[in-house]
């Protein structure tokens, strides 16, 4: 669902040759058919496109984000790894992340897995809601006050469409129930939704999310571990690899306790990715103008 520059409602209409994503401001013909322009986004939650044909093109899940709120659940053990990747996501798009930890009324206390997400995000907030009691929901209400727009990105059954219904006040998405066993869902919205809030501002729910492979990168990798790339300016030799270096100030960190070794190893695998990713992207493009191919989306 995209907005109209002119009368800032959402709408439906055709988009083909243009290259939009739900919460995009566009221009639309005068016969209100198709979309004319597309208007230079403000900010665009993008990750690899997901499926085979099209793995050196990206993916905007949504664009003009101001907030995105990063969802999990409490009743099932919290994934830090996958937040961490989410939040180089996040802070790549140019929105800012808030985590939030939804279905606080499964457990008689939340505090633990909120602890562990905390320490997955420094520096991020970390707000413990449910869509059933109401709790959190007004600090979450406040973020869009000044009529900005709001995301929701998360995995399949971690209570975003009972979210989305709570603040809109209205039944505007399905919902259904969870397994016993592990907390988890069924996809139960099916394409990304762009929803008026009252009393203003808009709110995207994307379906749920499994696969979130990086695309080009900005800064979202030091944003996101920013705790360790401040370790790593206090290493004694600029080119320590961290590993066996005298001085080395995240070895020091880690035998300290102050690091969580797994939590090293996920920057050293999403750098890896990252750079992985970035010798792809020139192969495919040399190749692809030696054969006279077009280049990939995003570069």
Avoid at 35 to 41: A, K, P, Q, S
Avoid at 206 to 228: C, H, K, N, Q, Y
Avoid at 264 to 272: G, P, Y
Wanted: net charge negative.
């Amino acid at each position: 669902m995209l907005r109209s520059a002119t009368d800032a409602q959402p709408l439906r209409v055709r988009n083909i040759g243009a290259d939009v994503a739900v919460g995009d401001w566009v221009v639309v013909s005068a016969d209100g058919e198709r979309v004319e322009h597309v208007i230079d986004r403000t900010s665009a939650f993008v990750r690899r496109a997901s499926f085979e044909g099209a793995r050196f093109e990206a993916h905007t899940i949504a664009a003009n984000i101001d907030v995105v709120f990063l969802v999990h659940a409490c009743g099932s053990p919290p994934n830090q790894r996958r937040l961490e990747r989410e939040l180089v996501l996040a802070f790549d798009s140019g929105a800012d992340p808030v985590v939030l930890l939804t279905k606080a009324d499964v457990v008689d206390d939340p505090g633990p897995v909120r602890d562990e997400l905390v320490a997955a995000a420094p520096g991020v907030p970390v707000l413990v809601v449910s869509g059933l009691t109401g709790q959190g929901l007004d600090e979450v209400r406040s973020y869009s006050t000044g009529g900005d727009t709001l995301a929701f990105l998360g995995a399949s059954g971690v209570g975003k469409s009972t979210l989305v219904n709570t603040l809109v006040g209205a039944e505007v998405q399905a919902t259904t129930e969870v397994r016993d066993s592990d907390q988890r869902g069924r996809h139960t919205t099916v394409a990304s939704q762009l929803v008026r809030l009252p009393p203003g501002g808009w709110l995207v729910d994307t379906p749920g999310v499994r696969a979130l492979s990086l695309w080009l990168s900005g800064r979202g990798i030091e944003r996101a571990f920013a705790d360790v790339f401040d370790l790593m300016d206090d290493c004694r030799f600029r080119d320590c690899k961290h590993d066996r270096e005298p001085g080395c100030a995240v070895v020091a960190a880690i035998a300290a306790g102050h690091l969580d070794p797994a939590r090293f190893a996920s920057l050293e695998r999403l750098v890896a990715e990252e750079a992985a990713l970035e010798d792809e992207q020139r192969e495919w493009v040399r190749r692809g103008d030696r054969r006279g191919h077009r280049r990939p989306r995003g570069t």
